[in-house]
């Protein structure tokens, strides 16, 4: 059974500061990983989506990295702003079976980032 | 504007009622889904269609039900049988299982 782990659970940040978030999962044979940015009370916004034949894709000020082998992705965020606070999940999708298409989320970074 | 739209954004209901969550996309996706939020424990698939008049158990089907008989709505209903129904539950959908998942706005429900 695919379990997907985020570390650290909170991070506090003075603005400016460049950050990573960390996601490991336990199956490596993934389709494609995903970030989702969430607010409170609101539901999902994507991020990113990095195939599994992918090392990385970018988005702006992110910045989101995927080694297969070793089960780990991780979330750079460039210049970080008040305005990137929020709980940063990761999903991953494995690549066949009954498991097709369902996505296994990890519990959320959740990010502040103070003036 | 094209998207998924979740109603009601707070659903209030006695313990031993049956209720029905909706979730409607217009983005023309084959494939929906639907999660359950609760604190601390991230995002569990409760029920997913691939195709109208399909739909299959996800990892915590037990309590719910779920039709899908037009594309672009999949409604969900809570029954008495869910135990804890009380959570953040979210509907999402994908051009077809496998691809990019794009999420509505959620629905809290307490029961009380």
């Known amino acids: 059974k695919q379990e997907v782990t985020q570390i650290p659970a909170a991070l506090s940040v003075p603005e400016g500061e460049n950050l990573v978030l960390n996601c490991s999962f336990t199956d490596s044979a993934i389709y494609n990983l995903q970030w989702f940015r969430q607010d409170p009370g609101k539901g999902l916004t994507s991020l990113l989506l990095?195939?599994?034949?992918?090392r990385e894709q970018t988005s702006g000020r992110l910045n989101a990295s995927l080694d297969k082998s070793s089960g780990r992705s991780t979330l750079y965020i460039a210049a970080s702003q008040p305005g990137d606070s929020a709980t940063y999940l990761c999903a991953v999708r494995l690549s066949g079976g009954t498991s097709y298409g369902k996505l296994t989320f990890g519990q959320g970074t959740i990010l502040t980032v103070h003036p | 504007d094209g998207g998924i739209t979740q109603s009601p954004k707070y659903l209030f209901r006695k313990e031993g009622q049956n209720v029905t969550l909706s979730c409607e996309q217009n983005?023309?996706?084959?494939?929906m889904y639907w999660y359950r939020q609760d604190p601390g424990q991230g995002l569990r698939l409760i029920y997913y269609s691939q195709i109208v008049n399909d739909f299959q158990k996800g990892d915590i089907a037990e309590g719910y039900s779920v039709s899908r008989e037009k594309k672009e709505s999949f409604p969900l209903t809570v029954t008495s049988a869910q135990k804890n129904p009380t959570a953040f539950y979210l509907c999402?959908?994908?051009?077809?299982?496998?691809?990019?998942?794009?999420f509505g706005p959620g629905t809290r429900l307490t029961v009380t």
């Open positions: 983005l023309n996706h084959d494939a």
């Open positions: 999402a959908s994908s051009p077809n299982v496998g691809y990019e998942q794009y």
């Open positions: 990095i195939q599994s034949s992918q």
